[in-house]
């Protein structure tokens, strides 16, 4: 009886330092990162598919994709949706999720430097990033992407050009 507390004690000391290590070595690694990491909140989602407008078939670059939550609104819809993400931790719970809900065939993660991201393939690109990041996203999309892209950017809005539309801080673009 006493072997198994300890047991059960040590099995719940050991899981809660694996917490600890991992939630430290996240924080950590996001510290370094030019562009943090912040969850998109649900009433923005709607917002932000509503403006995207995405179709089945269609392809979706999500540019610093996170937990993922904007890669299944669009898997939801048919689309094919590709994740540029460097943080392992969120890949590998986007992964964990799109193999639990079923969605492992429309929804990809790349685990590569947002910057050296594929634009010609996408339909349609999502952007999330500090206002003084923006210039930079805003040269680094115009220039690698297709004519007729939709952009919707979030928060912060590209500095040179005029959003087509706008609703609760989300922009909407289209090359
Ligand atoms: C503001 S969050 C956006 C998360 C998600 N798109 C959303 O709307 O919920 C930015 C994400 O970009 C990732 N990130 C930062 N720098 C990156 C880089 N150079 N390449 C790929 N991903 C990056 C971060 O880890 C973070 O998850």
Redesign the pocket.
Known sequence: MLLALSVILLTFVFAGLLFVIILFMFLLF?AF????????QRRKIEIIMKFAQVKKGETVV??????G??LFACAKKGARAI?????PL?IFITLLHAKLKGFSDNIVVIR????KADLEVADVI?V??KRKTMPKFEDFVYKNVKKGTRLVV?TNPFPNKKPLKEEDKIFLYQV
């Open positions: 996001d990162l030019d562009l943090p990491y912040v969850a998109t999500d540019l610093g994709s996170g937990d939550r904007l994740g540029y993400e460097i943080n969120l590569k430097n947002l910057w999502f999330y990033a979030n």
